[in-house]
């Protein structure tokens, strides 16, 4: 039993303490891109060449902190809130073919899956908001909320746009598709679908320009305003999971996944998601943030629609060249 | 029995901003009574910086009193106390020679070159957010403005406060390599400035963000006694360097940038442009500078005070950020008598109160900013 046990968890901590290594060194990276675009040099003083150790010393740092709590807060679900996001960002790597040869799961819905589970972190923002008795974090949440599940539908559709062509839900199959040519490249439907997809990604991990669950501008520091130590530590983490999750499945949906110039691996959907990673960060340390009418206005009177108009045109794609 | 649907009012939400707030450029508090996302009415609660500046000055001997004026607006400290040094110097009509004014001049101007440029780069915080693109703003103005800074350093020994002015005239002699150092810095920063006009200017989100928010009437801009860049972006062609002309700008030519709106954008790019006119005059300035007098009075620590005669006198400066006024109330003695600071900020500032409610509350941090107030300069 024991035994049995040892052997079904070892896959599942072995993936987590990667993911959340390449986690804490994406925040490095980050900072030193940053660093760059500002002309400053980043972290530098912790671990020798290039400050390596500062994410370990962050770690350090923040698990030692004093771990406070409002007094009118609801402490369950103030709690929860944080685990919540985190474990939900966490399981929805399950799905995804990157650390082992195969993923954990493999459905044939898997794409659906992902994006079932992932969509479920806007509970954990919503609770972690609300029971924070904070007036910043409410109106953070409020926004949150209205943001998160409008974006869903673009994100949603412009997914889908490439499932339709390949006619599978599966990573796999959708991988083994994009062998020789990448759906990036397809004319016309795989720019489109994934101009939609990034922007409706940005919204949904939280990024500037659409950071407005956060905006310390306005809200102090959104929904995270009344917490700290390690629960803000899990936050923080989930957003980069969360987040190198979306990069994961960009480079899966539209980047060939592990389909290299020379060797097929699954190092290469982590270099790749790397890269698209790095494009997200030159986007969110070079613009202001947008207003969150604006933003819903843009989603629901542009993104959607488009979005929409796409969709048929690869349904009439579809059928044109399958049945005629 | 029927179920009835009750509609209960519960009111407008009523959220801080300030006086801990990362948003506010200082200490400045900011009661915000909310219906949704919308703001219906605003409180502000002034005085968290307040100093006594203008109580201690009346303890404080005239040559004494500059560099205290200095901590008053303090991303322009200069423009403080010449329009402290200018009053006094009218009320004992004291000459000031050629070269003292053409220095003071030069060095109100980098100063309002690098005020702008925190003016900017805190308008980029408010926008973006101190982890997005506002911090790389943010950062590229103060990287310019650290040059200013080095000037100023090897000018008067001082990288902010730099005290140069005293009744009378100057303190510092502009030497040959500092005047090299400034034509350097000519040439360095005009491209850059003119590339942060192209830059800002034409951003999307800049321009959705600002265009029509917080719109100012030239009306309302008067009725509120608004000056500088505000004022100018609501299309009212008011500069004191201009209009009531001071030290040696009448001999100086540059433009006064003006917008039409009155609204955010306006008021940026306002400052922009004001920018690049600053750094026409410090061409002319460091091409022309007569020789001379450093000052007409003896030393500052000379023993004999200065007396102003009786009665009261009122004269202003261009500061960057408005029309700054001081009026002496002089008994005779070597002490002033009373003194008043008319300061911009404050009357920028005055105008939240008719322009913040019924926009959103992203945008109450937006306009804030785009008033670019000193709080320092607002409580005094």
């Not at chain 1, 490439?162 to 397809?186: A, R, T, V, Y």
């Amino acid at each position: 039993m024991f035994i049995e046990f040892l052997s079904f968890s070892k896959p599942i901590f072995q993936s987590i303490t990667t993911l959340i290594l390449i986690v804490a060194y994406l925040v490095w990276l980050e900072r030193k891109i940053a660093a760059r675009m500002q002309s400053r040099i980043g972290p530098y003083l912790v671990g020798k060449p290039h400050g390596w150790l500062q994410p370990l010393a962050d770690a350090l740092k923040l698990m030692s902190k004093d771990d406070s709590k409002p007094s009118s807060s609801d402490s369950l679900l103030f709690n929860f809130g944080p685990i919540w996001v985190m474990v939900v960002s966490l399981s929805a790597f399950a799905l995804l073919p990157f650390y082992f040869d195969n993923p954990m799961i493999n459905a044939s819905l898997s794409l659906m899956l992902f994006i079932a589970i992932s969509s479920l972190i806007i509970v954990g923002i919503f609770v972690s908001g609300w029971s924070s008795s904070n007036k910043y974090s409410l109106i953070s949440v409020m926004r949150s909320v209205a943001q998160i599940i409008s974006y869903e539908i673009p994100l949603v559709i412009s997914l889908l746009i490439p499932c339709i062509l390949i006619g599978s839900l599966s990573f796999g199959d959708i991988i083994e598709s994009q062998k020789n040519i990448w759906f990036i490249f397809s004319p016309g439907l795989g720019q489109i679908s994934f101009v939609i997809f990034f922007i409706s990604a940005l919204a949904e991990g939280n990024r500037i320009p659409f950071d407005l669950s956060e905006a310390e501008s306005e809200l102090v520091s959104g929904y995270t305003t009344e917490y700290s130590g390690i629960k803000f530590a899990l936050f923080y983490l989930a957003e980069y999971v969360h987040l190198f999750g979306i990069s994961v499945l960009g480079s899966i949906i539209f980047f060939g996944g592990p389909h290299g110039p020379f060797i097929t691996s699954n190092l290469i959907i982590v270099i790749k998601s790397l890269v698209f990673f790095t494009f997200i960060v030159f986007v969110r340390w070079s613009f202001f943030r947008i207003r969150i009418d604006q933003l819903l206005r843009f989603n629901w009177s542009k993104l959607i629609p488009i979005s929409f108009v796409v969709l048929l045109i690869a349904c009439l794609t579809k059928y044109f060249s399958e049945f005629n | 029995m029927e179920d009835q649907i009750v509609e209960k009012d519960f009111g407008d939400l009523a959220i801080n901003m300030g006086p801990q707030h990362p948003a506010t450029h200082g200490v400045f508090r900011l009661k915000l009574y909310l219906q949704g996302e919308r703001i219906n009415k605003i409180e502000a609660f002034l005085g968290y910086l307040h100093r006594g500046v203008e109580k201690l000055t009346e303890v404080l001997d005239y040559d004494m009193i500059p560099p205290v004026l200095e901590r008053d607006d303090y991303l322009s400290p200069t423009s403080n106390s010449l329009g402290f040094v200018n009053t006094v110097e009218k009320m004992c009509q004291i000459e000031v020679p050629k070269k003292a004014s053409y220095i003071r001049v030069l060095v109100a101007e980098l100063q309002r070159i690098s005020s702008h440029l925190v003016a900017l780069g805190t308008y980029g915080l408010d926008l973006g957010g101190s982890l997005g693109g506002g911090a790389s703003l943010f950062l590229y103005c103060f990287r310019e403005r650290e040059k200013i800074l080095d000037i100023m350093e090897e000018l008067t020994g001082t990288r902010f406060h730099t005290n140069i002015n005293q009744i009378g005239g100057v303190r510092y002699d502009v030497k040959i390599d500092v005047i090299k150092k400034i034509n350097d810095l000519i040439k360095y920063i005009r491209p850059i400035l003119i590339e942060y006009n192209d830059v800002i200017s034409k951003d999307q989100i800049f321009i959705k963000r600002t265009k029509s928010i917080g719109v100012i009437s030239a009306q309302l801009a008067q009725e509120a006694g608004c000056s500088g860049p505000v004022a100018r972006a609501s299309g009212i062609n008011f500069d004191i360097r201009r209009n009531q002309t001071y030290e040696c700008y009448d001999e100086l030519d540059f433009d006064i940038p003006l917008g039409t709106n009155g609204d955010s954008y306006d008021r940026t790019i306002v400052r922009m442009k004001e920018n690049l006119e600053s750094l026409k005059i410090i061409e002319q300035i460091i091409n022309g500078i007569p020789s001379g007098d450093l000052s007409s009075r003896k030393p500052f620590k000379s023993a004999k005070l200065l007396k102003p005669p009786k009665g009261s006198f009122y004269s202003s400066v261009e500061s960057p950020r408005g029309e700054l006024g001081f009026f002496i109330v002089s008994d005779g003695s070597s002490i002033p008598y009373r003194m008043k600071i008319r300061s911009p900020s404050f009357s920028n500032l005055s105008i939240i109160e008719k322009i913040l409610p019924g926009n959103f509350v992203a945008d109450s941090v937006t306009i804030l900013g785009s008033l670019d107030p000193v709080f320092g300069d607002v409580d005094r």
